[in-house]
């Protein structure tokens, strides 16, 4: 009985080091679209190009605060107009060095807001 037990505490252990990490790579990419999400409807508000891609920035960097180090946000501009859509695609970059591999990974969200129909686009 012993024996059985020191074979597999370790395979159970690599088992919940692996639930911990799938669970905080779920997680992150959860944060990730919530953040696009946040970004596009920010941008989705502002009358202009240069207020929109500010007001993205802003949004996902509040939503991403503490989550990793330097998000990045690209705001399509091609179709911000009077009934187009704002695009919002949100970058993190995801540490999972708390695993011991010292490992990083890419999240990527994107999320589409329509633009108003009767509104006036500067």
């Given at each position: 009985?012993a024996?059985?037990?020191?074979?597999?505490?370790?395979?159970?252990?690599?088992?919940?080091?692996?639930?911990?990490?799938?669970?905080?790579?779920v997680e992150a990419?959860?944060e990730?679209?919530g953040a696009?999400r946040?970004?596009?409807r920010?941008a989705?508000?502002?009358?202009?190009?240069?207020a929109?891609?500010?007001?993205a920035?802003?949004a996902?960097?509040?939503?991403?605060?503490?989550?990793?180090?330097?998000?990045?946000?690209s705001?399509?501009?091609?179709d911000?107009r009077?009934?187009?859509?704002?695009?919002?695609e949100?970058?993190?970059?995801?540490?999972l060095?708390?695993l011991g591999?010292g490992?990083?990974h890419?999240?990527t969200?994107?999320?589409?807001?329509p633009l108003e129909?009767?509104r006036r686009v500067?």
């Open positions: 009985m024996m059985e037990t020191v074979m597999l505490a370790p395979v159970f252990l690599l088992f919940l080091m692996f639930l911990a990490g799938a669970g905080r790579v990419q959860g990730v679209d696009a946040d970004a596009a920010a989705s508000v502002q009358r202009d190009l240069d929109a891609g500010q007001a920035e802003q996902t960097t509040a939503a991403l605060q503490g989550s990793c180090g330097k998000p990045s946000v705001l399509d501009k091609s911000f009077a009934g187009g859509q704002a695009t919002a949100v970058t993190c970059e995801l540490d060095g708390f591999f490992a990083t890419d999240m969200g994107t999320a589409v807001v129909q009767l500067e």
